[in-house]
């Protein structure tokens, strides 16, 4: 699912609608071209490659910086991150639906979301006297 809105410069010079899902979508949607939603049967932004990068950091635990190529840079990989979590929860938070399948996706979603969150924010300076006069 990390494919889904990573965009096309993970394919590098693979094709940008390769693997199992831009193949069964393309198959599914009959290869139909829908500006701004569909190309040739696959989501817009639709990247492969991405789900191998995001299963490198979060499954191996690789450095973005290794993972960085002349096209592929450091935020398309935060931003396929960012969007790859972004899927998940809307999974996670999605209506329950009477069929086994959804169910143990929306629950590995949750797992997901619970043990790959992403760190936590550094704890900024506080502000000078100056700073802290300008903001009020």
């Known amino acids: 699912m990390a494919n889904l809105r990573a965009g096309p410069r993970f394919a590098g010079d693979d094709a ?7 193949a069964l979508c393309a198959k599914v949607y009959d290869r139909a071209d829908l500006e701004g939603y569909l190309s040739m049967g696959v989501p817009a932004e639709y990247g492969a490659g991405a789900s191998e990068i995001v ?3 979060i499954g191996h635990g690789t450095a973005i910086a290794k993972l960085q190529t002349e ?3 450091t935020g398309d990989i935060e931003r396929a ?3 790859w979590r972004s899927v ?4 996670a938070l999605a209506p329950d639906y009477e069929w086994d399948r959804w169910r143990e996706l ?6 997901h979301i619970e043990t790959n969150a ?4 550094p704890d900024l300076p506080p502000l000078t006297a100056a700073q ?4 009020q």
């Open 16 to 22: 940008p609608f390769a693997g199992r899902l831009g």
């Open 55 to 57: 299963r490198e950091i």
């Open 71 to 73: 096209t592929l840079r």
């Open 81 to 83: 991150l960012i969007e």
């Open 88 to 91: 998940l929860r809307h999974i």
């Open 106 to 111: 929306r629950s590995a979603a949750a797992r």
């Open 118 to 121: 992403p760190a936590r924010l």
């Open 132 to 135: 802290r006069r300008n903001a």
